[in-house]
């Protein structure tokens, strides 16, 4: 009879560096098959909520931990890496040729230009975005500029890895993602300033002066999430199948091998 | 105004492991707060990027100069926390020697420019020096 698999669910943005921990574990663990899955944060916190039996849990957010994973299905979630939110682009994008940290509103805002991110209620990079656009707006002194980039915004996708697919494809020009996924994916990135881009626990008292009003995990239930530097998390699930193997899964990923491996996907290990 | 960069920091990446040696000697601390309070103390040039801070911490504990645990928070999320070994507070206290020495060289090449331009005020003559 074969064994049940391994499952690891994880956010969509750390689909390289699990898939490169799993080499390694599966190294280790040769027989033992692996089953990858991933959503965005929030959905992914879902299907455990909804019974979904997994191993490992890695997510874009602690905050997704703490409102809806632990302590009922999570006893600890270990942060293991950092990033920044960044303008991603590619040099067919319209206007790439002289977009910069200055200008990278008025491109976006251009007549014909297409920009994306993903969605605020599935995915952290999402509702990141919406944060960034607020904090942009008190950052440059432009009353009205978080309410015109909403409106300007056409495109939508369920997790940020989408979005980037959607941007090698030319569907979009321009895409708000996490610096590391931009880096994996060899494309173009405009980097915002400090007080915008949610990478600098120095300044979180500031970021926690943007909110987003997301769904709640009951139908029709709203919460307000504040402005957070972002944090990626991971955790071994209360009903794992194989807790002693996801153990040294999180181990590795939060040791120095996990670490090397990280850096070389463009994340921050912390 | 200088053509050539006549600006002169104490450089973060000079800098910052004894400074982070130094906050981990007063009190152990995870990185998230390790960048916290550099930011409050302001002794760095510019903002302390987290990938430097993190690239540091995580070196440092590779000399031995620290060493880290996990600490969970209550229901939040667990931080990698770092102390000082006696390595590292033996290097901080060397640290400290080299930098009085160099600051004992600074005041008294301050004190050189400082006497050269009183000598040509007293002269009456004009500034030779840059302005800026």
């Not at chain 2, 020495?101 to 500034?127: M, P, S, T, V």
Request: with cysteine; charged share 25%.
């Amino acid at each position: 009879m074969s064994r049940a698999p391994f499952r690891i669910l994880h956010a969509g943005a750390l689909r390289r560096p699990m898939g490169e921990c799993v080499q390694v574990f599966k190294e280790r663990y040769p027989d033992l098959p692996v089953e990858l899955e991933s959503a965005g944060s929030r959905e992914c916190a879902a299907r455990i909520c909804d019974g979904g039996i997994y191993d490992v849990v890695a997510l874009a957010d602690t905050a997704v931990f703490a409102r809806w994973l632990a302590p009922d299905y999570v006893d600890c979630y270990f942060v293991f890496a950092t990033d920044q939110i960044v303008v991603a682009f590619d040099r067919f994008s319209r206007g790439s040729e002289d977009i910069t940290r200055d200008n990278w509103i008025d491109v976006l805002l251009s007549p014909g230009v297409i920009y994306g991110r993903s969605n605020h209620n599935l995915d952290p990079c999402g509702y990141r975005t919406l944060m960034v656009w607020q904090l942009a707006e008190k950052f440059y002194g432009r009353p009205g500029l978080y309410e015109a980039l909403q409106d300007g915004c056409s495109r939508i996708y369920p997790k940020s890895i989408d979005l980037a697919g959607a941007l090698v494809e030319g569907r979009v020009d321009y895409a708000f993602l996490y610096s590391s996924v931009v880096r994996q994916l060899g494309l173009c990135q405009v980097n915002l300033p400090s007080r915008i881009n949610l990478s600098s626990p120095a300044l979180a008292d500031y970021y926690a002066t943007a909110s987003v009003t997301l769904e709640g995990r009951k139908p029709g239930e709203k919460v307000l999430l504040t402005g957070a530097p972002i944090e990626f998390a991971v955790a071994v699930p209360r009903n794992a199948r194989y807790p002693v193997e996801a153990q040294w899964f999180v181990e590795f990923i939060t040791g120095v091998g996990g670490q090397q491996i990280l850096e070389d996907c463009g994340l921050i290990p912390c | 105004m200088c053509k050539n960069d006549c600006s002169w920091n104490l450089t973060a990446d000079r800098l910052l492991q004894p400074v982070l040696l130094f906050l981990l000697r007063l009190k152990p601390s995870h990185g998230y707060e390790l960048i916290q309070r550099l930011a409050q103390l302001d002794l760095l040039e510019g903002e302390a990027d987290p990938a430097t801070v993190y690239r540091n911490l995580r070196r440092m504990e590779q000399e031995e100069l620290v060493i880290s645990s996990w600490e969970a928070t209550g229901t939040g999320p667990a931080r990698r926390r770092y102390a000082v070994t006696p390595k590292g507070d033996e290097l901080l206290d060397a640290w400290m020697v080299a930098v009085r020495r160099q600051k004992e060289k600074l005041e008294k090449f301050i004190q050189l420019y400082e006497n050269h331009l009183d000598w040509e005020k007293a002269r009456g003559g004009e500034n030779l020096l840059p302005e800026g």
